[in-house]
């Protein structure tokens, strides 16, 4: 399900802050886990073969932003080991790819995505997910 709000994300070690360029028309909130689009752009994921994982929106530019069509505002991703809540976590999930469904929810299906982060934890409800580095399949 898309965020309607801002949720905070847990960072394990060690992040990288980049700022990216985001697609107008849409509103991007804190936590967000956003893709880059086939066109350069930060955008929300919407299956696409070239859906790109890029992050946590940080929200340092504001929890709910909004940005207007035709705009472009840098948005601050934060790219490390990110907690992600997944329902029946399991130890099997560790080494497994994950693949952006929306900006909340990663899923284990493929389908015609063909960018995803690994599983490199899990606890209860969750899984750990490595946005350093980014894996082509």
Not at 16 to 45: C, F, H, R
Not at 74 to 79: A, K, Q, S
Not at 104 to 130: E, I, N, R
């Amino acid at each position: 399900m898309a965020l309607t709000a801002a949720v905070k994300r847990t960072i394990v070690g060690e992040s990288q802050i980049v700022s990216i360029a985001s697609n107008g028309d849409d509103t991007y909130y804190e936590g967000a886990l956003l893709v880059i689009d086939a066109n350069g752009y930060l955008n929300v994921p919407a299956g696409a073969a070239t859906d790109i994982p890029a992050g946590a929106y940080t929200g340092r530019q504001g929890q709910a932003l909004a940005v207007a069509s035709g705009s472009h505002d840098e948005l601050e991703m934060e790219r490390g080991l990110v907690w992600v809540p997944f329902s029946g976590a399991a130890q099997g999930d560790v080494g497994e790819l994950f693949y952006p469904s929306d900006d909340s929810t990663m899923t284990q299906t493929a389908g015609s995505m063909k960018y995803a982060v690994m599983c490199v934890g899990f606890k209860t409800g969750y899984v750990l997910l490595d946005y350093r580095n980014i894996l082509y399949v």
